[in-house]
């Protein structure tokens, strides 16, 4: 009986590591030497097999809503032992890149790659292309901030809120201050979108400093959504389903209680409590909010970024914070903002908004920098302003 149970004792676990074998036969993606990319995914009874990603040429795609660009599609071929293929026909360019499949009309992760991020409720794989804007999303060989989960009270609001927080290299035990960019989400994100959601914010800020492109700086994430003590899963609401249409987004509310988050920022870590030490930008959503608390608080910022930026209020907002902001706008750049940064994809939808919004800085004068990229409304530009954006922030300090 004993000889007998070593024997199948020793055959489960040959069956087990043939079967963790098994699955690491499939390599997806593959990336050549010359940056072209090949995708696998095996499934020997599926029909149709396509892979989907923004890698690839946009499509229109027709709603209720309207129409708008979504990521292509491009089909595997079917091969041996039930293994689709398909490989990009050109190098791509050096980025981070998500895809997914399209199993008989089924959209699915691949199994064979155990990176993804999830952007609100959608959950895509990813993979970086080096040698070139990529490389600043990479975690490299150099010295590493640290991130921070913290909760802060919130008087305005009467809860404790989630904040993530990064420090950069040697904070823990160089006994400086340190200036403070604030970094807000877009609609469905929270505080994890710039860390774990697309945005690479502790890579590209460990690049950053590292290289002397950037000040050495405390990075602020809050969530944006004060009807959410957290993200997702993350607080004693439990494991909710991620959604973008959220209690009291963009209403004013958010912009109301900010103070709350500086002062608790402050009163914790080491920050240089001045204005011109005091950044704030954010993304879409965040961009709007970014705007608003710049202009509710004149004196709070010195550095400003709207990426992607919703400008104005929803229709029908009563908020005091959207009120009079011809006047707002005069009190902020009469202190003269050490830099107002606004970038804007070519093709994304709020384009019109940021033109007519520049219109009017510039008829009353007041100077900012603008940078318009390729593509539209995406992670991938996002990412991007936040690697021009940083260099620019606290030269003097």
């Given amino acids: 009986m004993l000889l007998l149970a070593s024997i199948l004792c020793l055959t489960l676990q040959a069956n087990a590591q043939?079967?963790?074998?098994?699955?690491q036969e499939v390599i997806s993606p593959e990336i050549h030497p010359d940056n072209t990319v090949t995708f696998r995914f095996r499934d020997a009874k599926a029909i149709e097999v396509k892979v989907t990603g923004d890698f690839l040429p946009t499509q229109k795609v027709e709603t209720p809503r309207g129409t708008y660009d979504a990521p292509g599609t491009a089909d595997l071929k079917e091969g041996e032992n039930g293994v689709w293929t398909y490989t990009t026909p050109q190098p791509l360019p050096s980025e981070l890149y998500l895809y997914s499949f399209i199993v008989d009309g089924l959209k699915v992760n691949d199994p064979a790659n155990v990176y993804?991020?999830?952007?609100?409720?959608?959950?895509?794989?990813?993979?970086?292309?080096?040698?070139?804007?990529g490389d600043w999303y990479?975690?490299?060989?150099?010295p590493h901030g640290a991130v921070i989960r913290c909760w802060y009270d919130s008087p305005t609001l009467k809860m404790q809120r989630r904040l993530t927080i990064y420090t950069p290299p040697g904070y823990a035990h160089s006994g400086k201050r340190y200036p403070v960019?604030?970094?807000?989400?877009?609609?469905?994100?929270?505080?994890?979108?710039?860390?774990?959601?697309?945005?690479c914010a502790s890579q590209i800020l460990d690049n950053l400093i590292a290289s002397g492109k950037a000040?050495?700086?405390?990075?602020?994430?809050?969530?944006?959504?004060?009807?959410?003590?957290?993200?997702?899963?993350?607080?004693?609401?439990?494991?909710?389903?991620p959604s973008a249409n959220l209690p009291h987004t963009m209403d004013g509310t958010f912009e109301a209680s900010f103070p709350d988050i500086v002062n608790y920022?402050?009163?914790?870590?080491?920050?240089?409590?001045?204005?011109?030490?005091?950044?704030?930008?954010?993304?879409?959503?965040?961009?709007?909010?970014?705007?608003?608390?710049?202009?509710?608080?004149?004196?709070?910022?010195?550095?400003?970024?709207?990426?992607?930026?919703a400008i104005l209020p929803r229709e029908g907002s009563r908020s005091p914070i959207y009120a009079d902001q011809d006047k707002k706008m005069d009190a902020q750049f009469a202190q003269k903002p050490l830099l107002y940064w606004i970038g804007i994809g070519k093709a994304d939808f709020l384009y019109k908004a940021n033109a007519d919004y520049r219109k009017k800085l510039d008829e009353k004068g007041y100077k900012y920098v603008y940078f318009e990229?390729?593509?539209?409304?995406?992670?991938?530009?996002?990412?991007l302003y936040l690697t021009r954006f940083a260099p620019l922030l606290f030269q003097k300090h």
């Fill in 18 to 23: 043939q079967a963790l074998f098994g699955r």
């Fill in 265 to 309: 920022v402050d009163k914790t870590f080491r920050t240089i409590k001045k204005k011109d030490s005091r950044a704030i930008a954010g993304l879409s959503m965040g961009g709007f909010h970014a705007l608003h608390i710049s202009a509710q608080y004149p004196g709070m910022f010195g550095y400003v970024g709207l990426f992607s930026a």
């Fill in 181 to 199: 960019l604030y970094l807000l989400h877009g609609v469905g994100g929270d505080e994890e979108a710039w860390i774990s959601r697309g945005g």
């Fill in 215 to 241: 000040q050495p700086m405390i990075v602020v994430m809050p969530n944006g959504n004060v009807a959410q003590e957290a993200a997702p899963g993350e607080s004693p609401a439990g494991f909710v389903k």
């Fill in 373 to 383: 990229s390729e593509g539209g409304h995406i992670w991938r530009n996002w990412r």
């Fill in 138 to 142: 990479r975690v490299k060989e150099v």
């Fill in 116 to 133: 993804r991020i999830r952007d609100i409720a959608t959950i895509n794989n990813f993979f970086i292309i080096g040698g070139g804007q």
